[in-house]
């Protein structure tokens, strides 16, 4: 889940925070005004889980090699490695 390697990549510095502009109605197709996204510093919208832009960091990491994934075999769990 994504909203588990957000802090990860922070603390090491990889990503930054990205506050919104505040969102003016008609609000866009698949605004959820319950909705906060944890990479976007708590704005309104969408959650962390549906960020394309958190998506696309996170692949623009793996694709520079500067993050890979290895898979836990005692907890099933997916942890990031630098």
Do not use: W
Not at 3 to 16: R, S
Not at 36 to 59: L, M, T, W
């Amino acid at each position: 889940p994504y909203g588990q390697i957000l802090p990860y990549l922070v603390q090491k510095g990889m990503v930054e925070l990205k506050p919104l502009p505040p969102t003016k109605q008609p609000y866009p197709p698949g605004f959820d005004r319950n909705a906060r996204c944890d990479y976007h510093a708590g704005s309104p919208g969408h959650n962390i889980e549906d960020c394309r832009a958190f998506k696309y960091k996170v692949q623009e990491l793996i694709d520079c090699q500067l993050i890979s994934f290895k898979k836990e075999s005692h907890s099933g769990m997916v942890t990031p490695s630098p």
